[in-house]
C-alpha cells in the first residue's frame, strides 16, 4: 500500500533553534519527493523538489534530504523564525493511470515560540 | 499567491441544503483538482480533471458532485451532505498532469455541515 509517514506529529521550538521532521514513505513507482508548506488558512505551498537521484536540496534556510534505498527523507529548518510555524507536508509523486498522483504526508504541525 | 482563488472561503450549511465550491485558476494550466482535507488527516484526492475531462474519481460520495466548465473553472456542487464532510476542500492546478508537474493550491474552503 502507497503510504507516507511523518514525525512528529507536531513539535515545538524556540525560535532561532534548528529542527529536522522525519518522512517515510512504501510508494512505488517513487517518481518524486516534494516537502509542502501550509500556513493556518492557506493551501500549501511547495519547498523543495527531489527526483530519486537527487540527496538534498535547500531553498533559503530550509534543507531537504532524501535517501531513496530506505525511502527516508527529512527536512531541516535552520535558524528558526516565527514565520515558520506551520505544517509541514511530505508528499510522493508516483506515475499511474497516466498522470502524477501525489500520496500526502498527515503533516508535521511546528509551532516556533520567541 | 493569487494564482489559484476559491471561493467561499468559509461555508456553514445544514445536511439538507444545496451549495457549490468555487475555484478558478490564472496560471494558464490545463489540469485541475479537489482534494479534501480533514484534520490530523493527509489530503485525499477527489477529483482530477485535464483539458476539462475527468480523469479521475476516487470513489466520492456522489453527493459531491464536480463540473469544469473550462481548463480555468472548477466547481464542486454538494447536496444532502452530513457532519463526517466537514472539513477543508482545496482546490489545485497544474501545467498537464504528467511527471514532476507542480500542482498549486488554492485558500481552501472552510466546510461545516451542520
Known amino acids: 500500500k502507497n503510504q507516507v509517514e511523518q514525525s512528529p506529529q507536531s513539535l515545538i521550538i524556540l525560535e532561532g533553534k534548528n529542527c529536522t521532521l522525519q518522512?517515510?514513505?512504501?510508494?512505488?513507482?517513487?517518481?518524486?519527493l516534494r516537502w509542502y508548506k501550509q500556513d493556518t488558512g492557506r493551501g500549501p505551498v511547495s519547498l523543495t523538489i527531489?527526483?530519486?537521484?537527487?540527496n538534498t536540496k535547500s531553498n533559503g534556510r530550509y534543507t531537504a534530504t532524501l535517501d531513496a534505498d530506505t525511502k527516508q527523507s527529512s527536512l531541516h529548518i535552520t535558524a528558526s523564525q516565527l514565520s515558520d510555524s506551520a505544517s509541514y507536508i511530505c508528499?510522493?509523486?508516483?506515475?499511474?493511470?497516466?498522470?502524477?498522483?501525489?500520496?500526502f504526508g498527515a503533516g508535521t504541525r511546528l509551532a516556533v515560540h520567541p | 499567491e493569487t494564482g489559484v482563488t476559491q471561493t467561499p472561503r468559509h461555508l456553514v450549511m445544514g445536511m439538507t441544503n444545496k451549495k457549490s465550491l468555487k475555484c478558478e485558476q490564472h496560471?494558464?494550466?490545463?489540469?485541475m483538482y479537489w482534494y479534501k482535507q480533514s484534520a490530523k488527516k493527509p489530503l485525499e484526492l477527489m477529483f482530477v480533471?485535464?483539458?476539462?475531462?475527468?480523469?479521475e474519481n476516487n470513489s466520492v460520495p456522489s453527493r459531491f458532485s464536480p463540473e469544469c466548465p473550462n481548463s480555468s473553472h472548477l466547481f464542486l456542487h454538494l447536496h444532502t451532505l452530513q457532519p463526517e464532510d466537514s472539513a477543508l476542500y482545496l482546490c489545485?492546478?497544474?501545467?498537464?498532469?504528467?511527471?514532476?508537474?507542480?500542482?498549486?493550491f488554492g485558500p481552501g474552503t472552510r466546510l461545516t455541515v451542520t
Open positions: 489545485a492546478s497544474s501545467s498537464g498532469t504528467g511527471v514532476g508537474r507542480e500542482q498549486y
Open positions: 518522512c517515510n514513505y512504501t510508494v512505488s513507482p517513487f517518481s518524486n
Open positions: 527531489m527526483t530519486f537521484s537527487e
Open positions: 508528499v510522493v509523486s508516483l506515475f499511474s493511470g497516466g498522470y502524477n498522483k501525489l500520496i
Open positions: 496560471l494558464g494550466h490545463n489540469a
Open positions: 480533471y485535464n483539458f476539462k475531462e475527468q480523469t
